[in-house]
Each structure stands twice: as C-alpha cells, then as structure tokens.
C-alpha cells in the first residue's frame, strides 16, 4: 500500500482541490477498472470523439496518472496523449479492451479506502475522516457503484482521460 500512498500524494499534488468524493472515484476505477463505462463499444466511440471535438482547455502535467499498481491500470489524459501524437481511435479501441479484460476486485475498495483514512488520519492529505467515512458509508451503502468527479474539480482540472491497462497503453503509446 506504500505505492498507493504515494500514488494519492501525487494526485493531491496535482490536483489540491480533491475532495472525498475525487478520492472514491480514483479507487473506484482502481478496483473496477471502467467496465461501467463501457455499455455498447458503439456509443463509446461516439463519446470519444465527443470528447475529443469539445475538449476544454487544460494543462495537464502528466500523459498518465497512475492508480493502484497491484490493478495495473493508469489514466490516460486526453490532451497530452493527442498532443504527443497518440490517436483516439487507439485510446478508444484499449478503453473498450480494459473494460472487457479487466477483474473487477470489490473488495479493493475497502482496503484502497482504509489506506486513504489513515492517511487522512496522519495528516497526509488534506480531507477530513469524518468526510471520508461519510461519503465512504454513502458509497457502501448503495453498493459501491460508479461516481463522477465533484463539481469542483471538474471546474478547475477539467478531467478528461481514459482508465486502460498499462500493457495496452504501451501498446500505442505514441513514440517520440
């Protein structure tokens, strides 16, 4: 978990604004990959390109943001990726293989979240326990589904990216 720790110290540094709900969505696509994402391959690649014509302006730091490494998935930003030259059709096309390949882990959740509350508890990152075991017992409650990023975040870091394999990012990652 000591890789997680610092993968979430990293994200803060990133993005400062994340809140409890950033938190459940960044182990929510470690745990269970973006399957829920993915309902009919068509509609996704309508999505892609959606998002590709209409993409919001951005600085993102990294071409990738990593997730819990035992899950062997990263997110995949958008922006960089088209600007090194990756093509979305690719990025599309891994997307929909992550999601049909990869084993969704429950309880993932629990642990991924237990390392967040200690890490909240010592101080580490700035969001209170007591915001983390409230989202953490709303999540649990409805049977952990699929969350979108708090409106805060989306406002200020304008996410746009893809949760894929890493095998499969390599796969096409654009060379330089």
Known sequence: M????????????LYPLMTARDIYKMIFSSAMGPGHAVPDPEMVAKWMNFEVNNLENYDDKNLTDGLCPESGLVRVNIRPFLKAGGVAGDLCRIFIRTADDFNQDNSRIRKLWKTAEEMSRDGQIPVKISELDEFFMEMESKSFPAAHHSTVYRNNYKPAYRVVLRE?????????
């Open 2 to 13: 000591n890789e997680f720790k610092e993968i979430l110290k990293n994200h803060f540094e």
């Open 168 to 176: 499969y990012f390599d796969e096409i990652l654009p060379k330089k």
